[in-house]
């Protein structure tokens, strides 16, 4: 696919090229900035992406990443988001999901340096879902604070478990295979986690399984 990049960090933004190439992806373009990033793909046609991949924190300060990202997103609906950051943080997250809710993406830099782990993550971008670092996602299931314990503790084990991969972004054969269950019972724990979550049966499987993972995320932020 067709990636641009914009990070602040010489040599960080130097392998991530040499990993996007050696995977096979056509960099249209790097940034130091997210400024600059915004001009290259502003350029014209040449520069046009798929997925574009940001540093959290660089220029334009304090978090030019998130800035960058709600000015793509309105320049370009369909452009995938990848944001990179040394720091697995709820509230960059929060963030991140006010942009969007599919074809985005927030890992920690240390995670992302291979050509399978990057690839992956940009594939899944691209298909339209959310990748969320796990071990921030894990962390955030498994320690809901506030109001909505009380919906956490209606949760069986197993169900926790599916909830957490679905905040990773994991499709339901991704789930599948994780857990080393057939699809059925994987369907099945999801419609009792929206079941327990009292989401709306009429809605959308997209949207009702952003809703279950919002709640999760949401409530690490209630005793804040």
Do not use: W
């Not at 988001?81 to 960059?92: R, T």
């Not at 959310?130 to 604070?145: F, G, H």
């Not at 949760?155 to 339901?172: C, T």
């Amino acid at each position: 696919m067709r990636v641009a990049l914009a990070e602040d960090g010489a040599l960080f933004r130097e392998g991530l090229v040499m990993l996007l190439e050696a995977a096979g992806h056509e960099v249209v373009g790097c940034a130091e900035d997210g400024n600059a990033l915004v001009d290259l793909l502003a350029a014209g046609p040449g520069a046009t992406a798929d997925v574009a991949i940001l540093d959290i924190r660089m220029p334009p300060e304090p978090d030019g990443g998130l800035s960058t990202a709600e000015r793509l997103r309105t320049a370009y609906p369909n452009l995938g988001l990848l944001f990179l950051s040394h720091y697995a943080e709820a509230h960059y997250l929060m963030r991140v999901l006010q942009i969007r809710t599919e074809s985005i993406g927030y890992r920690l830099k240390e995670k992302v340096g291979s050509v399978a782990v990057l690839s992956d993550t940009l594939d899944r971008i691209r298909a339209g879902e959310i990748v969320i670092e796990p071990q921030l996602a894990r962390r955030l299931v498994d320690r809901p604070t506030g109001n909505r314990r009380d919906v956490v503790a209606s949760l069986s084990a197993r169900e926790l478990e599916v909830l957490g991969l679905m905040a990773e972004g994991r499709s339901n054969g991704g789930i599948a295979g994780q857990l080393v269950v057939s699809p059925k019972a994987v369907e099945k724990h999801i419609a009792n986690i929206f079941t327990k979550l009292g989401l709306p049966a009429d809605a959308a499987e997209h949207h009702r399984r952003v809703l279950a993972v919002l709640t999760y995320l949401r409530s690490h932020q209630d005793g804040a």
